[in-house]
């Protein structure tokens, strides 16, 4: 097929950049949220407004505007526009990592996570037994373990950590997530055996309908250094139904899995898995893939510093400079595009990170789409993320999914 003829989609997850105005927010405890508007007001107080002139090129201003009735400080809806832009509600009943990501690929989540109370200890003594029980079946060996709470990861490892070291007895903890986080040293315990430890808890978490197991690999020598490595590797429940990934893989094309995409998916749907870390790299592999990608394929990257690093550590100033950062790669992609290549630039839930806690927050996310021969124009509110996934379909030609309403690519 003629380059020019080609139809190619670029789905771009930048993780937990909430933009406010969901209507359920205080269900969740998150009224008043917005990730995107707590940030620029920070940076008007504080330093220079934020500064993402392609990002606003395309629409984000508008969309923020539109998702909250209020303008973002410092930013400027008086520009001209290169692209589509909208903003979308979530129907999933959760505000996690999964929940998002599956919704915009067509499957909501419409039933309730299995969860762990906020209590100390908050796992079962059955259930670690269990799992305590099934390793020593393949040589990895401990008899306790040590958190056994709600916390922040990083907090965690410097709480526990020299202890861990010490011991070899693995740290587990959760958040208001669907989730179980593991952290364990990669030379004291061993990288191997906490992916294995995982997968353990994984088959045994099945039944509770928890969402994900999550090893968190650490390195250090004391709780002064003790830092987190790129060897995080999340263990999903399997989706309860198709995807648009699904969709293109049966009809024969690619998904190209950047980060962590193919580990939230259970690598369903998916053709070619690309481990990566830091948004540089991420970036770095977006357009290694571009370049390889062919018509009816999808490249799907989830840029997950900005909640990992920054909105569950509550560093607004990481937040702000993250999100310029990336702004600044964009042009980089944008001149690979080729006529009928798509860009949707959106996100998974909020993690504002000014809001009390270090939790995700419920949000609206903006939805933000560009090409070469993209008509600029609103694509409006959107009453779920499905619409995302839908809209990929139909502009690729698949059959449509169960759930979603497609705005046009064109």
């Known amino acids: 097929m003629n380059k020019n003829n080609q139809k190619r989609v670029i789905l771009i997850v930048m993780d937990s950049f909430g933009i406010g105005g969901a209507e359920d927010a205080a269900s969740f405890g998150d009224d008043g949220a917005n990730t995107l508007g707590s940030i620029a007001q920070w940076c008007v107080e504080n330093r220079a407004p934020l500064n993402l002139p392609n990002l606003q090129a395309l629409g984000l201003a508008q969309a923020a505007k539109s998702a909250c009735g209020s303008l973002p400080k410092g930013l400027d809806d008086n520009v001209a526009l290169k692209g589509k832009w909208g903003h979308a509600h979530e129907i999933s009943k959760g505000k996690d990592t999964p929940s998002g990501h599956w919704e915009i690929a067509g499957l909501p989540v419409l039933f309730d996570w299995g969860y762990f109370p906020k ?31 709600h916390a922040s990861g990083t907090d965690i490892i410097k709480e526990f950590g020299e202890q861990h070291c010490a011991t070899r007895l693995p740290i587990f903890y959760t958040s208001s997530d669907s989730v179980l986080q593991i952290a364990a040293h990669e030379e004291h315990f061993g990288l191997e055996n906490l992916y294995k430890l995982c997968e353990v808890a994984r088959t045994r978490l099945d039944r509770d309908n928890i969402g994900r197991v999550i090893a968190r690999p650490f390195i250090g020598t004391d709780r002064d250094n003790f830092e987190r490595t790129s060897g995080r590797r999340d263990y999903s429940v399997m989706p309860h139904g198709e995807t648009v990934l699904n969709r293109i893989t049966d009809q024969g094309n690619a998904v190209w899995a950047i980060g962590k995409i193919s580990d939230i998916y259970a690598h369903q749907g998916i053709t070619h898995s690309i481990k990566a870390s830091g948004h540089e790299a991420l970036m770095s592999q977006t357009l290694i893939a571009l370049d390889k990608a062919q018509h009816g394929d999808l490249i799907f990257t989830n840029f997950v510093e900005f ?16 999100l310029e950062e990336f702004d600044a790669m964009l042009p980089a992609l944008f001149a690979k595009l080729q006529d009928g290549d798509r860009v949707i630039l959106t996100a998974d839930h909020g993690c504002d990170p000014t809001w009390q806690g270090t939790d995700h927050t419920r949000e609206q996310i903006p939805v933000l789409i560009t090409g070469n021969d993209i008509k600029p124009e609103t694509i409006g509110e959107r009453q779920t993320f ?23 690519l064109i």
């Not at 209590?119 to 990895?140: M, V």
């Open 119 to 149: 209590q100390i200890p908050c796992f079962d003594e059955d259930l670690i037994a269990e799992i305590a029980g099934e390793c020593d079946k393949i040589n990895i060996h401990f008899t306790g373990i040590l958190g056994n709470k």
């Open 386 to 408: 499905a619409d995302i996934g839908e809209s990929i379909a139909s502009y690729l030609g698949l059959k449509p999914l169960e759930t979603g309403k497609a705005f046009e």
């Open 307 to 322: 909640d990992q690093s920054f909105g569950h550590r509550r560093d607004v100033a990481g937040y702000a400079n993250a």
